[in-house]
């Protein structure tokens, strides 16, 4: 449509010069509603790649994929034919001065890399002409040299920037610039603008009603100029002899459309101010919580709670984060720094790791001074208790030492000595260890006590045993005493009891019980002067023979089987027994019987009656034979036999 309602008339011309090849090429499209015109100037010698065909090539595939007069897109494209072009620079690095015109019919946008050139002329002068990117360029735009001098500068083809540069690539993109009925766009490069002066351009644009009255003027301005070697040149008039019309805007259209736009802005405004206002709410709420748990945090801080106080830092610390208050931030990071140093040497204290306990207290007490919540005597009696609690360790160390090398006095006066320093430190699980420590060695020692007293007393009771089998009674009472007296004192009862019972043997055998005179009548044996239980009283009956010179020591006593009859039996019988067997014999002979008290019985029975007597008196106290020797004694006085 904008093709059709205007008028675009384009011509060129492009020849070699006085060379084989021609570098230069321009190539152009026209759209419905856009056109674009490109011209090169191969900067290169390739043979094989033509660099100035590459580039306008690409630039105007890309223009036809996507038409556009956004100053974006059209740098897009010369971008994509600057990395076309260094992409296949195999054998030689392919460059190009490149210059492109995109039109909409109504407006153009021209962008250039290099020195190619554009002209716009418009009523029959020059409107504008692009800027060369070279050295030249420069030298003009300081003042350095003038206009009239530039087109022959030596410095014109040192070009500051072009397709196909490794380093950089920096193409300038003009805005958009309107066109007008009339207006004639003139792309050459520098062949021809290097020989064809603007008056002489002028003239021949003057002298011209169409595009190729101009580009043949100005080829034959170039020709007639009769350079030795003639450059590759090329000339391309574009005659917008019509531009495309837009129609007038609507004015309704465009006051409704800005009222939907001041609408929107208001309820976006309303939005934001609605958004801001929960923002400072949600701010100010923050802002109260940081001051609430710093607060806290102070409160604990004062109070010695370090882990509580960690925790109060870092609330308020991450409300300080969220406000982005960078001085209140720096501020309770510092504050928590100094409660995790104090909770850190508290825990090593736990775990007995004081060394490192005074290290986080000092590194505490550095900072701690700079904030009033902290009090620095507390921190300061902390590291002097761990100083403390720390030269207590090493005592006990050394008690451990003497304990483990059996050397149980050391170590239980070691173990007293720190659990003194654990008191006056107060360290109560180091007094609770030191109890236990102790508890331990003096068992210890005690247990050497008790074994050594018991070998001891042990060694006196054989010694006294020793003595009695010598006969020795005196010595082995003596080591007897001594030995139940260390029993005594280490409470083994059971065998103070047995050195009370040696201790008894001893003294019976030291002082055996002589029977009286009469009790060694034979009248009196068989009634109850004889004991009747225990063998002890019978040996002490036979070891009393045994005194008095007898021959009868081996003599026993026992009773038949009707427990009625009473009788001593031996090998050889003392005169006294046997007399008093034989009357016993004369009186069961002459079959009569004595009374104990003189009368005769008839018969057995009396005799029965005086032997069961004795048997039942003797049976009566069987664990008192002397008593019952005693007893027997005195029977023939009291009525024994007759």
């Not at 007038?248 to 958004?275: C, D, E, F, Q, S």
């Not at 308020?316 to 001085?327: F, I, R, V």
């Not at 451990?400 to 090398?405: A, E, L, V, Y």
């Amino acid at each position: 449509m904008r093709k059709e309602n205007s008028d675009f008339k384009t011509a060129f011309v492009s020849e070699a010069g006085s060379y084989i090849d021609n570098r230069d090429y321009f190539a152009f499209v026209e759209l419905e509603d856009m056109a674009c015109y490109v011209i090169a100037d191969g900067l290169d010698t390739d043979r094989e790649a033509h660099s100035a065909k590459m580039a306008v090539s690409v630039i105007l595939e890309n223009f036809m994929e996507k038409p556009s007069l956004s100053r974006r897109k059209i740098r897009q494209d010369l971008e994509t034919a600057h990395e076309w072009l260094k992409f296949e620079s195999r054998r030689v690095r392919l460059k190009a001065s490149v210059l492109v015109v995109v039109t909409n019919y109504t407006r153009m946008v021209w962008a250039t890399c290099g020195h190619a050139r554009l002209y716009h002329f418009r009523g029959g002068r020059l409107n504008l002409r692009s800027k060369d990117q070279s050295l030249a360029q420069l030298l003009l735009e300081d003042g350095r040299v003038s206009e009239e001098g530039f087109s022959g500068h030596e410095e014109r083809g040192n070009l500051l920037s072009y397709m196909g540069r490794p380093d950089r690539f920096e193409p300038y993109i003009s805005n958009k610039t309107p066109l007008s009925d009339g207006d004639v766009l003139l792309l050459c490069t520098p062949g021809i603008w290097e020989e064809v002066e603007l008056p002489e351009m002028l003239d021949a644009l003057a002298e011209s009603s169409d595009p190729d009255s101009l580009t043949d003027t100005l080829e034959d301005i170039v020709l007639s100029k009769q350079q030795q070697t003639v450059n590759n040149y090329t000339a391309a008039a574009v005659y917008a002899n019509k531009t495309f019309t837009e129609k007038p805007k609507n004015r309704k259209k465009w006051i409704i459309r800005i009222a939907i736009l001041l609408l929107t802005m208001v309820i976006a405004g309303g939005g934001i101010w609605y958004a801001k206002a929960r923002q400072a709410a949600k701010l100010a709420e923050t802002v109260v919580q940081m001051t609430e748990f710093e607060q806290e945090g102070d409160e604990y801080a004062s109070a010695s709670d370090y882990p509580k106080a960690l925790k109060a830092y870092s609330e308020a610390k991450n409300a300080a984060s969220k406000l982005k208050d960078k001085l209140h931030f720096q501020l309770l990071r510092n504050k928590q720094r100094v409660a995790q140093a104090m909770t850190d040497g508290d825990e090593y204290v736990k775990d007995g790791s004081f060394d490192m306990a005074l290290d986080s207290y000092t590194k505490a007490l550095g900072e701690a001074e700079k904030y009033k919540p902290f009090k620095v005597e507390d921190i300061q009696a902390r590291i002097e208790r761990s100083e403390a609690v720390a030269k207590l360790t090493e005592v006990i160390k050394e008690g451990d030492i003497h304990f483990q090398n059996q050397d149980y006095t050391s170590a239980l006066e070691t173990y007293k000595k720190a659990y003194r320093a654990a008191i006056e430190a107060n360290y109560p699980s180091g007094q609770k260890q030191l109890e236990t420590k102790m508890e331990e060695t003096e068992g210890k020692i005690n247990t050497i006590y008790r074994e050594t007293k018991t070998l001891k007393a042990d060694n006196l009771e054989k010694k006294g045993d020793r003595a009695l089998a010598a006969l020795d009674y005196n010595a082995a009472i003596e080591a007897y005493s001594l030995a139940q007296e260390i029993y005594q004192e280490i409470d083994k009862l059971e065998r103070v009891l047995a050195m009370e019972r040696k201790i008894a043997k001893a003294d019976e055998k030291r002082n055996p019980i002589v029977p009286a005179a009469g009790q060694l009548d034979s009248s009196s044996l068989p009634d109850g002067g004889m004991p009747v239980s225990g063998m002890s009283g019978m040996n002490d009956w036979n070891e009393m023979n045994g005194q008095n010179g007898s021959s009868g020591n081996n003599g026993s006593y026992g009773s038949n089987g009707s427990g009625g009859t009473s009788e001593w039996s031996g090998a050889s019988e003392s005169n006294v027994d046997r007399a008093t067997r034989i009357e016993g014999s004369e009186d069961q002979a002459s079959g009569g019987t004595s009374s104990p008290d003189g009368s005769t019985s008839s018969g057995p029975s009396s005799v029965n009656q005086g032997t069961t007597a004795g048997s039942e008196e003797a049976g009566a106290s069987p664990a008192s034979s002397t008593s019952d020797r005693q007893d027997r004694s005195a029977a023939p006085e009291g009525g024994g036999g007759s």
